[in-house]
């Protein structure tokens, strides 16, 4: 059966207060409307729809980026849901129509796929998804008759204290007969308290035309929450974080702390990888089998191969070899690959690097723009120079190489294979292969200087006695 999507995404967002347009805002890895649509994208509709209007320019370039077969149309005037759909029902639309709420971010492809099923195994000419909660306000109220069956759907500012006692709510997800909604949104009126064409009255001119309609359940009536404020935002950014920890764990990962670990839902994370409290895996991020992350880790489209170790650290854009150990206290920028095996310790921060497998870089250092090949050891304390102002330069170090502390590259500049630079060395020469670089000013000692320009000083007291217990 031929299938359409159209998403409302229209409404202004009021009460987010915010600059950027509800729909946008991020929850655990994609927008809302971004939610949305990854819940219908198993549907395999021929057309998927939204419907734009306030800031249509934001939402519209927002959807390009992330969804770009879906198609816009703009309502110009926020005149209700029913308005939203009419403007949007292609003319030639047939089979199945499914119109979800743009601000439903919880809804799961398999709950939307069953409304769709039970809708179209029925028949039916409108079937909406229902679920039974504890607080119904400001929701639009499932009114059935005695013999049980869908009478119409009300809004709670239009309904009767009768009706507002009813804790069956409307979603705001909707599977139609393309013909039959046609019809139907052609005899909406504006009679309400809003003035506005409700979508939801299609239910009821539908009944009233002697068509089945349907009410789906869902099973989880968190699955149909929608967000209106941050604070309504908070909460299902626990719930969601609480889904995508659970499964995970199912899948055989060990998390330490469910409620400090925040996993994106685009993440994947291998069988037997431990994450231990306060870690963010984000975007693209994978991990391998076995590897442990955290405590404290931030990882953003970061790949980390498997057995790696990652503790206190921030890395974007990043590679992990397997095995590599990072951390703690570590920055890995774009760019950076770590080997096999490979250590990026403390205080070190690395930007568009690579090191080769069993290369270390244990403490207190900063690599820009820099390869360095397998098993050398980066000394404590090296920097490299890598931008002078104008133009950023490479510093290509080789295979067992050995740096000592405080070694500085001014780039662009190469060191041998199995080269050793001298502690505070200042390297703007290639070192070649087996060398040892030395570039520091020699060291010479003045004898007697403190006693002479320092005298009377505690300094010059003790040299004084040093030199008596020598006697
Ligand atoms: C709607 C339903 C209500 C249901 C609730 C579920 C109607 C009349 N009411 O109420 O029964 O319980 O959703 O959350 O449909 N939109 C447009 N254009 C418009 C108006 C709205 O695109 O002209 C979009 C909004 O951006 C939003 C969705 O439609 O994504 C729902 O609109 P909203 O104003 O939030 O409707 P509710 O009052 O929540
Ligand atoms: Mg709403």
Known sequence: MSRTVIVLAAGEGKRMKSALPKMLHPLLGRSLVGHVLAAAAPLAAARVIAVVGNRADQVTAHLTEIAPAVETVLQEQQNGTGHAVRIALPGDADGTVIVL??????????????????????????????????????????VRGTDGLLQHIVEERDATQEQRAIREINAGIYAF??????????????HNDQGEEY????????????????????????????????????????????????????????INDPATTWIDVTVNVGRDAVIEPNTQLKGATEVGEGSVIGPDVTLIDTVVGEGAKVVRAHAELAEIGDGANVGPFAYLRPGTTLGRKSKVGTFVELKNSSLGEGTKVPHLSYLGDTTVGEQSNIGAGNLTANYNGTTKSRTTIGSHVKTSCDTTFVAPVTIGDGAYTAAGSVIDKDVPAGALAVARAHQRNIEGWVARARAGTAAAEAAKNAAKEAE
């Not at 939307?112 to 909660?133: F, P, S, W, Y």
């Not at 929450?225 to 950014?237: I, S, T, W």
Request: hydrophobic share 50%; charged share 20%; net charge negative.
């Open 199 to 254: 979508l939801t009255d299609v239910f009821g001119a539908l009944v009233a035309q002697g068509r089945a309609v349907g009410v789906h359940v869902a099973d989880d009536a968190d699955e149909t929450l929608g967000c209106n404020d941050r604070a309504e935002l908070a909460h299902l950014r626990s719930l969601l974080r609480d889904r995508i920890n659970t499964r995970l764990m199912r899948d055989g990962v060990t």
């Open 101 to 142: 709420n743009g601000d439903v971010p919880l809804l799961g492809a398999a709950t939307l796929q069953a409304l769709v099923d039970a809708h179209e195994k029925a028949g039916a000419a409108a079937t909406v998804l229902a679920a039974e909660v504890a607080n119904p306000t400001g929701l639009g109220r499932i």
């Open 177 to 190: 007969d393309a013909a039959l909604l046609r019809g139907a949104l052609g005899s909406l009126n504006a």
